[in-house]
């Protein structure tokens, strides 16, 4: 009776037999605090439902329903297309759909896993997915693989061998699952292990730097873990051949230096059991009853945002009680250690900043696991970070406190800049943007941010500004989603029927597109402009630099809304 219901609430958070797009997306706007515990909750019961097998075609079913969603077909044909960004609510939606499959994908029986594996791998062949639903996923394949192996051979093994292949995304995590099931499989006892590695190799000397890395740095995993195994599959000139590449892959100081890089990942720790289940997927122990009975169940739990763009918002949010608690369990152990007459130890400090984290704020009694709270999910995509032990006061915790509450859920003017090429403007774009604290920047690639060419200029801005990456294909998209919530799109651009800069009356929310150094904006987007805005030219130059023309246009809505001050003499 409650299928659809069942779907909805896993997918839109909604519990209704029928959702509207309209419905679906309002709903994205709540905090995620709000919304995820009653998912995880529900998750946590179908768990328990595929676990002990009592309810097969209702599970049946609801896998079924969970694929037409994430699928996009029949009544949610509106979640076909790209989205904009990974923060746009049809792409969080996605990604609770994802997750929930994640967790059902080891239950799967015998006879529903050949068509469950066909609708999963046709996903996976969709390279139109963001970077936070691709990894959700890759998890689902991996555990359905993981109980069918013998599909290697329909699904994995050709997929290899097709060296021509039009996406590389697809590539990706092709390699990728491949890698992660060589770990779980034993040499000795798997018929897939060889040819699977075999097939693997080429792939370590792709041209893109997405495939070979991460063939490269789980190939050395692979080899760590079942080399002696391998040695005895072969003949001795390929045995000697893989001790080679297996010497290279430890010895060589680049492979080195990127296996560091992926000190984030806990590669060698990775097991599919924990990342199909509550824990891994969402950060929670279970049992989780007992810590939802009430209005305020979710207080001082650390529910994380699964959507990159929101990130360092919620790091902020919750860096302030942890500063608090590390400086008063801080100064407390320094007291004890002056009237002992001994210092306390650097190793001690760091200890301390980690309980801090992961008992105080994280709230080991109500079951959120050490770190998990910063970002768990995937294995390959996982964010820990490490905190560094200051004696942190009061006061810093409370600026930063204040800053979170006047931007978490802010809307005003974002500030589009795909189409800008010149670095030093997109730079200081963003200095002016943080400066005037507007919305958001949205840039074609924020890895221009951690240039050093960009930080010159932008002097730290980009720390505390909502940044956004959206490509130029996806701009359209983008600014058809933001006329829908209510913005104005206005481009800055001399057309018949441009307003003059000083003439015009900002709304509270709008887009600011700027158009590209060379050629402006392009014609394919002026048909999405509510506003065409101008400045006037005074003298013989008729045009202006593209961070000058942002920068005044970003004043003149800023002034208009500064309280007015009326001087008397």
Known sequence: VYLPHTAHMCAFSLFAETVSKEAALQQQKCDAAVLLPARVVLCAHLVQLARDGSQQSFMQQLLSRLFDIAEASGPYAWLSGREASQASGANAIKVSVWQALCLLAPYVDNIRRPEVMLRGWACLLNSHAHANIRPHVQLFMLAVFEKQPDAVTQYLLPALNAYNTTSYQVTVSVVIIVLFLLLELQPGSSPHFMPLLKAVLPWALHHRHAVRIPVQVLLHLVFSRHMTAIQQQLGQEAAGLMHQIQSFLTDNDETAKL????????LAGFSLDYETSLEGVFGVREPL????????????LLWHCHVRDRLPLDILKYLPGAMKAIGRRYHKKAAAAAQGGGGMKAKEGEQLANDALGGEQAGASLGVEDGAAAGAGPAFYQFRPQVQFLPFDDAIADRIEALVAGRAARRGLVVCATLLDNLPNLAGLCRTCESMSVEALVLSNRSVTFTDAFKRQSVTSERWLRLLEVTVPDLPTLLRERKEDG???????????????????????????????????????????????????????RSLNAHVTGAMVVWQYTQQRLPSTETSI
């Open 289 to 300: 009853e007992q810590h939802c009975d009430g209005e305020n169940d979710t207080k001082g």
């Open 487 to 541: 913005y104005t799109i206005i481009g800055v651009e001399q057309a018949t029927n441009s307003i003059p800069l000083q003439s015009y009356s900002f709304p509270e929310c709008c887009v600011l597109l700027i158009g590209n150094e060379q050629n402006g904006i392009p014609v394919n987007l002026l048909p999405l402009l509510d506003v065409c805005l101008e400045i006037p030219m005074m003298g013989v130059t």
């Open 259 to 266: 296996r560091e890089r992926q000190g984030l990942v806990d």
